[in-house]
């Protein structure tokens, strides 16, 4: 064996390891990054994204950027750390503690702080440079299917007025 073939199969391993620690995006795959955030790092329950503002989130002559947007983006990277196909939002307690302007780069981190079942607590911060704008935490649910697709109830009960338990519904 000479020099360059082992030099080529250290190469083949050394991709072989970084493609068995990649993650890949398991949820919100149709999302705009444009509108909710580019990530820049992802790893098992954290994620770092970055959202630039534009002329899409103005409120106002001064430029001032809609908190929606904001909060969509530390959404977003909060579903992200959780990364589960079928993980939604449940609840937030969120505080915005500095106004955004346009042109703007908002650098969220989130990451899980508390797991237990199906559910995932994600505390998600955004600085401008190095101003915390942004704090919150971000109670979310791994559902076992699309919240769309969850059957709530079954029809012909449903037609009666009998509640149903939906344990056990597909």
Same mark, same amino acid.
């Given at each position: 064996?000479?020099? !360059?073939?082992?030099?080529?199969?250290?190469?083949?391993?050394?991709?072989? #390891?970084?493609?068995?620690?990649?993650?890949?995006?398991?949820?919100?795959?149709?999302?705009?990054?444009?509108?909710?955030?580019?990530?820049?790092?992802?790893?098992?329950?954290? &994620?770092?994204? #970055?959202?630039?503002?534009?002329?899409?989130?103005?409120? %106002?002559?001064?430029?001032?950027?809609?908190?929606? =947007?904001? =909060?969509?983006?530390?959404?977003?990277?909060?579903?992200?750390? &959780?990364?589960?196909?079928?993980?939604?939002?449940?609840?937030?307690?969120?505080?915005?503690?500095?106004? &955004?302007?346009?042109? %703007?780069?908002?650098?969220?981190?989130?990451?899980?702080?508390?797991?237990?079942? #199906?559910? #995932? !607590?994600?505390?998600?911060?955004?600085?401008?440079?190095?101003?915390?704008?942004?704090?919150?935490?971000?109670?979310?649910?791994?559902?076992?299917? !699309?919240?769309?697709?969850?059957?709530?109830? %079954?029809?012909?009960?449903?037609?009666?007025?009998?509640?149903?338990?939906?344990?056990?519904?597909?």
């Amino acid at each position: 064996m000479t020099e !360059n073939e082992v030099n080529e199969e250290e190469l083949e391993l050394e991709d072989y #390891r970084e493609d068995k620690e990649k993650i890949v995006i398991q949820t919100h795959e149709r999302i705009s990054q444009d509108l909710c955030g580019e990530v820049i790092e992802f790893k098992q329950g954290y &994620v770092e994204l #970055r959202l630039t503002t534009s002329p899409e989130m103005v409120a %106002d002559d001064m430029g001032l950027i809609h908190g929606g =947007f904001i =909060f969509s983006a530390a959404d977003y990277a909060a579903m992200l750390a &959780v990364n589960e196909r079928n993980v939604v939002l449940v609840a937030s307690d969120c505080q915005f503690l500095s106004p &955004v302007k346009l042109h %703007d780069e908002i650098h969220f981190t989130a990451s899980i702080c508390h797991k237990e079942g #199906r559910n #995932r !607590n994600v505390y998600v911060e955004g600085f401008v440079l190095d101003i915390k704008i942004f704090k919150g935490e971000f109670k979310t649910v791994i559902t076992k299917r !699309n919240v769309l697709k969850l059957k709530l109830l %079954d029809k012909e009960e449903s037609e009666s007025g009998t509640p149903v338990s939906t344990e056990g519904n597909s």
